[in-house]
């Protein structure tokens, strides 16, 4: 596969750009009573900020906000007792930020292939690359639709392992009706600009196991206990290796915001979902990317379709103004990866490789918009 050059649409009124990052009405004043006090880096509103996202998606669990998502996936990768030369069971096709982190440990990354209804990771694939080195099984629920979670814990309970979620794109999304974030051993948020909320770039790490959040602390910030210290009554050891992965309160401040508007936000996200949805049930050349589980509830994130007429329908919507990518590709075309992707098959990945296609789906695009983009996609032959 040849990474095909495009350029990114600027944005006008005229132009429906596929990303958006959403800003509450009050971010700005907020910030600038941040910038008036002592804290603006790490300081009391991110733990604000946890608390308040702990409340709405963690039923009140302790979680440990960072710098960025990825931040946040390396500390989940530690926690959960990733040494080098461990094998974790990781999905083809994903962010390249997911996997990354495992290659700062050393691990032995064991891509997995991909299921075509969601595009999230395959449960069959995952069950034929268990091992005895087998370590952690690391899932994304892509675009805000699900994994399996069931199946996926099933199969971590047989074998003893960790489940890592890496749900940078489903805040808000549920699975059996309980909220991504209470399931796995630990699930990863991220909060880079175009994701649901953001505080500019950031993360935030949930542990199932609540003894494990000290140390996530400690290691955020080079392995110092910030409490103690704060406390006067450090004893100046650091006896662990930490890291520079704490979010800041200006960060803090944009985000803990946007959760107050969280509501609405998710609300309109899935109403352009939703309308997506039904424009493309009745076209028998497009397929939408979609857990159809009523149980579970999409995150909304992207909104994603397959089709052999790919590259017509994005050429034709660049005409009209309207952006639209592929935005992930699979992992295994990297060169980075490429010790792990030998004699390697994704029958499942191949098949869809060239059809997937994503359409805009955030706070600046309205219904309307939604259904002038559909109906210009259906009229496509």
Sequence with gaps: MSFKEIKLMTETKKNKVLFYPYISNNAAKFVKKRLKTRWIGQGPIVDRFEKKFSKLFLNNQKCVSTGSGTDALHLAYILAGIKKG??????????????????????????????????????????????????????????????DMEEILKIAKKYKLKVIEDAAQALGAKYNNKYIGTIGDFTVFSFQAIKHITTGDGGLLAIKEQKLIQKAKRLRWFGIDRTKKQLGIWKNDIFEVGYKYQMTDLGAAVGLEALNDFSKIISHRRKIYDTYLKAFKDNPRIKCVHNYNKSNKTGAWIFTICSELKDKIQKILKQKNIESNQVHFRNDKYTVFKNYCKNKNFPNMDEIEEKYLVLPVHTKISIKDAKYISNIINSIK
């Excluded at 990781?90 to 390249?96: D, G, H, L």
């Excluded at 891509?111 to 999230?120: H, L, S, Y």
């Design 86 to 147: 461990d094998e974790v069971i990781t999905p083809v096709f994903t962010c390249t930020a997911t996997n990354l982190p495992l290659l700062y440990i050393g691990a032995k990354l064991k891509f997995a292939d991909i299921d075509t209804e969601t595009m999230n990771i395959s449960v069959k694939s995952i069950k034929k690359l268990i091992t005895k080195k087998t370590k952690a099984i690391v899932c994304v629920h892509y675009g805000g639709n699900v994994c």
